[in-house]
């Protein structure tokens, strides 16, 4: 595996499958209207070579206001429908401002899709602060950290997510920055001796 | 049918930690390939093509 690890970058290249391109063309969009944002959960470790399926990508964006979310639901419907309601209006006030998802597919299709969401919750915060920007085949893609997407991983210990999180934690071992890592095991007061099981952590 | 709960449970546990060593094996693998192999075995998997 050929990876790039530059700053806060991460380049690499790869022949990108269905998530990826979708990822791709949807952080193009929030891009073009200058909307913060991040992807994180399941779609990281597919995005650096897990072989899963996933039924959407889950993304979250800075707090934007209806004026700008208008513009943005008629450049997203050029490709996309949103599948969870066909009203702006609902899908701003009744769900984005009530920290509730709203889901898109591409046209025609139902996943997969991709969750958006307004930022709502401190981790969030954080990440949408200090991202980290995959370059996939030159395509600019936001990320979550990678110490804190290991620990959420490993909070919400389903078996899937626990893979995930070793699967993370090996691929990325050697870049880690441990010490935020155990930082946000502590915070999600995960126990260290059993997250570093599950990681296959040795010192 | 009688289950023995024990047993299934201590199956599932021996599964899952087969798992994360099979998800070792597959990161050495992952590292020492090159991008265009990989990538290409998982788009078969994922695009399902």
Redesign the interface.
Known sequence: ??LEFKDNKII????????DNLAIQFSKILSYFNVKHIFLSGYIP?LF?R?R?SEDIDVVCGKISKEVFDKLWIEIHRDFDCIITDDVDNAYNNYLLKKTAIRFAYKGEFIPNIELKFVKTDLHKTALENPIIVELNEYKIPISPLEQQIAYKLYMTS?KD??DA??LF??FEEHLNKEKLIEYINILKIDLQTAKG?L?WSD | MKLDLKELEDDKKRNFEERLKFIDLYVEWLKKTPNSVWSKQQKKLIDGK
Do not use: D, H, Q, V
């Open positions: 595996m050929e690499f290249s790869k022949e990108p499958t269905k998530l597919i070579g072989n399926a078996e626990i893979e070793r699967f090996k691929l599950y296959g």
